[in-house]
């Protein structure tokens, strides 16, 4: 039996809900892609700050960061609100250790 393996991160075609595209990469790396790809960061940038200045309640970001230096970026605003954070522990090879570690 021969197995598919993505281009880009070597992952498998063992799991069920994984598929492979003409280029024979997976539909996470496919997904991840496109994400870099498609998303207005400085638009979103924008968006957040005015957010934060209309409510003084705290704003919980989720997603976005691609390195420890997104975390410090947003902190380094007087940002008050939550971060989560959850791609960037997945397709990186940063660990959560690292980001909690960040000064
Ligand atoms: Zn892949």
New binding site residues.
Partial sequence: MNLNY??????PEIKLDLSFNEKD??????AAEKKDKGIDWKSLKFDFKKITQLTSKPVVTRGGAGTPSHFTELISTNYNGALAAVSIYHFTQYAPQEVKNLE
């Fill in positions: 993505c281009v880009n991160c070597s992952f990469l997976c539909s996470a790396c496919d």
